[in-house]
């Protein structure tokens, strides 16, 4: 599986974004998909996640409330909508997947979000 994330970019506090990532290759091995960010000098965090059967989520307690993470299996694409931006939230955001019977995770090349105060 190979992953690529787009839709990051510069925007201002309090402003929204959606980032995508989109999945290709034994997408059906997928057991689970998830978002991480990691800012400068801080270890890389999750954001939110995703099973693919069950659509089951999780959040990180600084998003609740203001991210929402989906997908779309048939286009096989993670989606992470982000509102109510703050300059906290600044970070390279990748995006991951988790497979059945394998501890094998892949991860996507990651995407800028820049949040100005």
């Known amino acids: 599986v190979q992953l690529v994330e787009s839709g990051g970019g510069l925007v201002q506090a309090g402003g929204s974004l959606r980032l995508s990532c989109a999945a290709t290759?034994?997408?059906?091995?997928?057991?689970?998909m998830g978002w991480y960010r990691q800012a400068p000098g801080k270890q890389r965090e999750l954001v939110a996640a995703i099973t693919s059967r069950a659509g089951s989520t999780n959040y990180a307690d600084s998003v609740k409330g203001r991210f929402t993470i989906s997908r779309d299996n048939a286009k096989n694409t993670m989606y992470l909508q982000m509102n109510s931006l703050k300059p906290e939230d600044t970070a390279v955001y990748y995006c991951?997947?988790?497979?059945?019977?394998?501890?094998?995770?892949?991860w996507g090349q990651g995407t800028q979000v820049t949040v100005s105060s």
């Open positions: 290759g034994s997408t059906l091995s997928i057991k689970a």
């Open positions: 991951n997947a988790e497979y059945y019977y394998s501890r094998y995770i892949t």
